[in-house]
C-alpha cells in the first residue's frame, strides 16, 4: 500500500550526530517538526532553529515552500534566518578582518535565499554594506564578497533601487573608472550599475554622469569582463531619453565600438557564450531602432531641402547638367525622368515618401547607394530606363518597397526579446551596415526581377521572392557582407522555385487517393518512430536555465527521462554540463504515474508572475509545466524551440497523448515522403515478367499510372 500522500521520507542532518531518519508528515506545523528533530539531538530552543536544503542552493524552507520537499530529501538543521541574519550583521560590523572576511563570504552565499534575504533587509542589512563600500576601506575578497551579497539582496526586488545614495553611486563607478582593480570586483560593479539603470528612471541620469562610453569600451578587451562592459552600454542605451540616443550612437562610432567588438569578441579566440551573444543582439536591436524616427517621418512635398534629396537623385543617373532653360521643357523632362527613375507618382515624386514605414528611409537609402555607390545606381536606373519591354524593374517602387520589407525582417522599432541571441556578424563589419546591407539588397532586387523576367503586374510576387532569398541567406548567419552576397549569388530564382518544390514535395505531390492510403498506411509507424526518437531524447536529458533577475550569474538545472521511461530525475546544476549528466547527481524525481497534465504558455504557473520573471513573447513561448499529484508543479523554460518541441512532444507521448508540436508535424512530413518516394522507387525498379493476356475483371474502386521518369 502506498505511503499518504502527505507523508514524505527525509533525511536529516546536524554537524557532528548521526542523522535523523524521519516521516514528515506536511499537515504538521512546520515549527512542530523542527522541535521533535530538536528533541531527538538534545538541542533546546528550537526557535532558533529551522531547516534547509542539503544539497544545491541549501534554501530554506518555510510553510510556503514546504510542498517541494520529495521522498528521499537530505535535508539540515541549522540556525534560524533571523539569527544567521542578526549573526552576521555583527560579524561583518567586527575589529577582526579574518572574521569579518569569512562572514562576508558566508554572507554573499546566503543572501540568494530570499526567506534569510527578507531577514537581513529588516536589520538594515543593506544600509550596513553600502555604508562599507562607501567608506572605501575593503579591498580585494573582502570588497569582492561584499559587492556580490549587496547585489544578491538587491535583485530579490524587496527594497527600491531609488534609495541608493549618490556616494554609493560615484564609489561603484570610481571602481570602473580605474584602470587597476580586481576582475571580480569589476564584474559586480558593472553589473550593480546596469541594475541601477534598468531598475531607476532617476539612477539613469546618476550614473550616466558618472561613466563614460570611453571608459567601458576600454574594458571590451578583457574577455573576463566583455560581456559586462556590454550589458551596461546596452542599458545605457536603453534607458536614454530619445534625444540622446542619437549622440551617444556617435560617440560609440568615434570611440570605434564596432571595430573593437569585430575583433575582441566577434573574431576572439574564445567562443562566444549564451549571454553575450544576448548582448551583441540587443546591441544590433538598439542601432537599427535609431533608424526609426527616419522610418515613421513622411515626407513633406513642399520643403525644398527635402525635394533637393529627388533632384540630386536625377542629377546623378541623368547628368543634369544641360538642364533646358524653359520652365515648362524642365517640368517636362522632369516628369519624365522620374518615370524612368521608377517612382509611381512621376509628377511630384515626394508623394512616394509620405507612406509610413519606410517614410523618409527609403530616400536616405537610395542617396547612399546614389553617392557611395554610384556606377551601381546608374547601371541599375539606366539599364531599366532604355528597356522598351515592358521588364523595366522601377528602381524608385522597389528601393521604397526593398526598405519596408528590410525593415519589417530587422525588426527596427521593436524592444529587444529577452531569450533571443540572433546576432548577425556581418553587421558589426561595417560602420555603415544597414545602408550597406540595402545596397546589396537592391542589387539582389534588381537581379532577381530580370531572372523572373518580370513585369509591372509581377511586382509583389518578385517581392515575395526577394524575402525569401533575404531571410534564407541570414540564417545562415554570414561573417561579412562579402559573404552575404554569396549566399545570396546561390538562392538565385532558379534555386529558390527548387527549394520551394522541394519542401512541397510532401504536401503537393502526393495527393492521388492511392498515395493518400498509402500515406495513411505508413503514418502510424513513422509516428512510432518519431515517439521513440523524442523519448530516446529526453533519456538523454537537457540542460534548463533558471530565470533569474541576472543573466551573467546563470542558475542551471538538469532533467532527464529514466530509461525505463518511469521516472523524470532532476536537480540543480553550477553550471551547464558539457554532456550527459549521471542519475546519481539528480536528486530530485517524479514518477511519471503521478503525472496529470502538460501546461504550456500563458497556463504555466510560472508564466503568470509576470512582475517577478518579466516575461515576453519569446520566453512565454519556450515555457511548460509538468502538473503532478498532489498540487506540484514542476516548470520549464527550454532554452530553444527545438528542445521545446522535444519535450513536450515527449512528456505527450508518456501521458499516450498525441504530439502536437511543429517540430512533429515536419518530421512527419519529412519522413513519410522519404518513405514513399523509397517505396515508390522500389516499384520502379521491380522487374515485371511478361504474362499472358489479362482476364477481363470488375473495375477497381480507382486505377492509377505513373510515369517514372
Not at 527525509?10 to 535523523?20: F, L, T
Not at 569578441?265 to 531602432?289: C, D, S, W
Not at 517602387?397 to 521593436?414: F, K, P, S
Request: hydrophobic content about 40%.
Amino acid at each position: 500500500m502506498p505511503p499518504p500522500v502527505d507523508i514524505v521520507k527525509v533525511a536529516i542532518e546536524w554537524p557532528g550526530a548521526n542523522a535523523q531518519l524521519i516521516e514528515m508528515d506536511q499537515k504538521r506545523p512546520l515549527s512542530s517538526i523542527i522541535r521533535e528533530v530538536c528533541d531527538g539531538w538534545s538541542l533546546s530552543g528550537s526557535e532558533q532553529f529551522a531547516l534547509r536544503y542539503a544539497d544545491g542552493p541549501q534554501l530554506y524552507i518555510t510553510e510556503q515552500s514546504r510542498g517541494e520537499i520529495k521522498n528521499g530529501t537530505i535535508l539540515r538543521l541549522a540556525i534560524s534566518p533571523a539569527r544567521a541574519a542578526r549573526q552576521l550583521l555583527e560579524r561583518i560590523q567586527s575589529h577582526g578582518i579574518d572574521a569579518r572576511l569569512e562572514a562576508l563570504k558566508e554572507l554573499a552565499k546566503l543572501s540568494a535565499d530570499p526567506t534569510f534575504a527578507a531577514e537581513f533587509i529588516n536589520m538594515e542589512g543593506i544600509g550596513t554594506l553600502a555604508r562599507l563600500v562607501e567608506s572605501g576601506t575593503h579591498f580585494g575578497e573582502m570588497l569582492a564578497f561584499t559587492l556580490t551579497a549587496f547585489l544578491e539582496l538587491m535583485d530579490h526586488g524587496i527594497v527600491s533601487w531609488d534609495l541608493i545614495s549618490l556616494s554609493f553611486i560615484k564609489q561603484i563607478a570610481g571602481y570602473v573608472n580605474q584602470p587597476m582593480v580586481d576582475v571580480s570586483i569589476l564584474q559586480r560593479s558593472l553589473a550593480i550599475l546596469e541594475s541601477m539603470v534598468l531598475n531607476s528612471h532617476s539612477l539613469y541620469h546618476r550614473v550616466a554622469q558618472e561613466i563614460t562610453v570611453g571608459q567601458l569600451i576600454g574594458h571590451l578587451s578583457n574577455q573576463e569582463i566583455q560581456t559586462y562592459a556590454i550589458a551596461l552600454i546596452n542599458a545605457l542605451f536603453l534607458k536614454a531619453p530619445e534625444d540622446r540616443r542619437q549622440e551617444m550612437a556617435s560617440t560609440l562610432a568615434q570611440k570605434h565600438l564596432r571595430s573593437i567588438i569585430l575583433n575582441h569578441v566577434i573574431r576572439g579566440n574564445r567562443p562566444i557564450k549564451a549571454e553575450m551573444a544576448h548582448q551583441l543582439y540587443v546591441l544590433q536591436v538598439l542601432t537599427f531602432n535609431l533608424l526609426e524616427e527616419r522610418m515613421m517621418t513622411k515626407m513633406d512635398p513642399n520643403d525644398q531641402t527635402q525635394r533637393d534629396i529627388i533632384f540630386e537623385l536625377r542629377r546623378i543617373a541623368f547628368d543634369g547638367e544641360n538642364d533646358p532653360t524653359g520652365t515648362e521643357k524642365r517640368k517636362a523632362m522632369y516628369t519624365k525622368d522620374y518615370k524612368m527613375l521608377g517612382f509611381t507618382n512621376h509628377v511630384n515624386p515626394a508623394m512616394d515618401f509620405t507612406q509610413t514605414p519606410p517614410g523618409m528611409l527609403a530616400l536616405d537609402n537610395m542617396l547612399y547607394l546614389a553617392k557611395v555607390h554610384q556606377d551601381t545606381y546608374i547601371r541599375i536606373v539606366l539599364e531599366n530606363s532604355s528597356r522598351e519591354d515592358k521588364h523595366e524593374c522601377p528602381f524608385g517602387r522597389c528601393a521604397i518597397e526593398l526598405t519596408r520589407m528590410l525593415c519589417e525582417i530587422l525588426q527596427v522599432g521593436e524592444l529587444p526579446n529577452e531569450g533571443c541571441n540572433d546576432y548577425h556578424p556581418m553587421f558589426f563589419t561595417h560602420d555603415r551596415a544597414w545602408e550597406e546591407f540595402f545596397c546589396v539588397c537592391i542589387q539582389l532586387l534588381n537581379k532577381t526581377w530580370k531572372e523572373m523576367r518580370a513585369t509591372a503586374e509581377d511586382f509583389n510576387k518578385v517581392m515575395q521572392v526577394v524575402r525569401e532569398q533575404i531571410t534564407r541567406a541570414l540564417a545562415m548567419k554570414p561573417s561579412s557582407l562579402d559573404q552575404l552576397k554569396n549566399k545570396l549569388r546561390g538562392l538565385n530564382y532558379s534555386e529558390i522555385l527548387r527549394l520551394r518544390q522541394s519542401e512541397r514535395m510532401s504536401q503537393d505531390d502526393f495527393q492521388s487517393p492511392p498515395i493518400i492510403e498509402l500515406r495513411e498506411r505508413i503514418q502510424p509507424e513513422i509516428l512510432e518512430l518519431i515517439k521513440q526518437q523524442r523519448l530516446n531524447r529526453l533519456c538523454e536529458g537537457s540542460c534548463f536555465r533558471k530565470l533569474g533577475n541576472r543573466r551573467r550569474q546563470e542558475k542551471f538545472w538538469f532533467c532527464r527521462l529514466s530509461l525505463n521511461h518511469k521516472v523524470l530525475h532532476y536537480g540543480d546544476l553550477d553550471e551547464s554540463p558539457q554532456g550527459e549528466v549521471p542519475f546519481e547527481l539528480l536528486s530530485d524525481k517524479i514518477p511519471i504515474s503521478d503525472i496529470k497534465s502538460v501546461v504550456t504558455g500563458k497556463d504555466c504557473p510560472h508564466m503568470k508572475e509576470k512582475s517577478a520573471l518579466k516575461q515576453n513573447k519569446e520566453v512565454l513561448e519556450l515555457a511548460f509545466s509538468v502538473l503532478y499529484d498532489p498540487d506540484e508543479t514542476l516548470n520549464f523554460v527550454a532554452p530553444n524551440k527545438y528542445e521545446y518541441c522535444i519535450w513536450t512532444d515527449g512528456l505527450c507521448a508518456l501521458l499516450g497523448k498525441e504530439m502536437g508540436s511543429d517540430l512533429t508535424r515536419s518530421d512527419l512530413d519529412t519522413l513519410i515522403s522519404m518513405e514513399m518516394k523509397l517505396r515508390l522507387l522500389d516499384l520502379e525498379n521491380i522487374t515485371i515478367p511478361e504474362a499472358p493476356p489479362p482476364v477481363p475483371k470488375e473495375p477497381s474502386s480507382y486505377n492509377f499510372t505513373y510515369n517514372y521518369s
